[in-house]
């Protein structure tokens, strides 16, 4: 998830829309019957996922591993390489249909960011940036459409009803060109990593676009850690020392920890407490049978954490009515010490606001068997206009020129502009100059059809980087994945919204003291008769399909 939160991307990175059971991911947001139809990968031959060829780069400070811990780059690489050898377009007009968080980008005449990806794609870019708020809406009119597509799509992980459907009918199958030893022919493309074509999934079998990969940690507890030390809180906590923390570091107008209300009025950080007392991330898979986290004593327990913190007047009170936008800003200002956050917001923008009043961290999780959850591994997909394979080929090339990693100069033109206009570099590394403000990826989201695999790199912030390396060698050897990840469920595509609700709603009723911890048990009935059960049924025989 990017460092700008909104309410659609709540449902991935907090409450319970992270949990998976309130909303589907695109991959089961397609109706087509209780097994899916076409689009499940039940009984269907499946295309081998694309060989993993990772990019040798420049040697980071400290090493990632299989955990999910990121290379950390504490300095800029002095020597870039280059990771294309042609220019990838033939100079013919290519639509890209995006979604953005930012303002409107300034027209490429304009805009010497735009001119710039042009001259270095070798097409003449015409991209269609989608405003968050009009996302769904404007996705479902492109879906109802029987007109021309744009050449490239982005999709997110919101959920699209028929969205599977669509791709398959609609859209490109990428099979031949990127599945299993394929890929080879783009280089970029073969460094994304496994768990990201997973967390894109099949439809049908099939490799219908390519993933924009997120780093492994799911919702994380973001910290000041300078009012921590100061009120001597350790690293490592227990249950009873977080509970004690929280309350220690509230008064004076200033509270221990910020939540956030997601839009089935869940509250976030009901993922972090899970994870840190020992819950499935989402679901388990025991035998390929698979079983809510909702209904374990360790969910159970994490509702009871967040109650106590209720109770204690630790948390921020206007938690069921603030935005997550608002709360950011709280945290960055210091009025709440904590808040839960998708791991996408470690971020120099972040940095920035924060503005050096005090060092950032993240939390550890507390509980002594704690299974801290991953995320998706990716923050959505690319996919691709039906077309002539050369032309496929064509835009597969410049979705691999945009996909670049850190090191190349291809990453640092998608990623920082040009040199003297958009950046400088010192010994710290990059500086973003005041064009880069007005003309950058964000405001015309490149990184959305091409995306990287993500390195710890915060230039001028090194302290944090490397604290931030710490945290995930401390929590992410004993992440767990969500087994439901790139599967489908027609039930859950179908009531996903109606299963969000309940759970939301008991969530916000049990910690705010509305109802009794007791009546937990009946919310995950009321959730297992509205159609959980038979989403669980779904997943397991999707989950046999795929293995």
Known sequence: MDHRIDRRSLLRLAGVGALGLAVPSFLTACGGGPSGGGVSNAGKDLAPWPTYVPFTGPTPDAPGDDSGVQPLYLKYPER??????????????????????????????????????????GVNLKVIVVPDPEYG?????????SGDLPDLVMFSNLALPHAAEFVQARCADLSEFVGGDAVKEYPNLANLPTYAWKGMGRIGGKLHGVPLERPMPANSLFVNRTALDAAGIPLDWTTEQHLDAMKQLTGDRKWGVGWFKTLFGGLGGITYHAGSLGAPNTWSADGGAFAPTLATPQFEQALEVMRELVESGAHYPDSLTTSSTDMQSHFHNGTVATMNDGFGSVSLATMKKIDGRFALDLGRPYGPQATPWQGPGVFGHVTFKKAEPARVKLLLRIV??????????????????????????????IRTTDLYGQ???????????????????????????????????????????????????????????????????????????????????DVVTQWRQAGGDRVAGELAEEHAANR
């Open 80 to 121: 870039l390489v280059r990771s294309v050898g042609d220019t990838p377009g033939d100079g013919s007009d290519v639509t890209v249909m995006v979604l953005s968080y930012g303002a409107p980008p300034k027209p490429v005449g304009d805009n010497q960011y735009w001119q710039a990806v042009n001259r270095a794609l």
């Open 137 to 145: 809406q404007k996705m479902a009119t492109l879906m109802a459409s």
């Open 400 to 429: 691999d020129y945009l996909s670049a990693p850190f090191g190349t100069e291809e990453h640092e033109l998608a990623n920082y502009g040009v040199e003297g206009k958009h950046f400088t570099k010192d010994a710290d590394g």
């Open 439 to 521: 003309e950058n990826n964000s405001l015309l989201p490149t990184k959305y059809v091409g995306a990287a695999p993500a390195v710890l790199y915060l230039p001028g912030y090194p302290d944090a980087a490397k604290a931030v390396h710490e945290w995930q060698k401390a929590t992410l050897p004993r992440s767990v994945r969500n087994p439901a990840t790139g599967l489908r469920s027609a039930t859950e595509a179908g009531k996903g919204a109606q299963l969000g609700q309940i759970v939301g709603e008991g969530i916000a009723a049990v910690a705010f003291g509305r109802k009794p911890l007791s009546a937990w048990k």
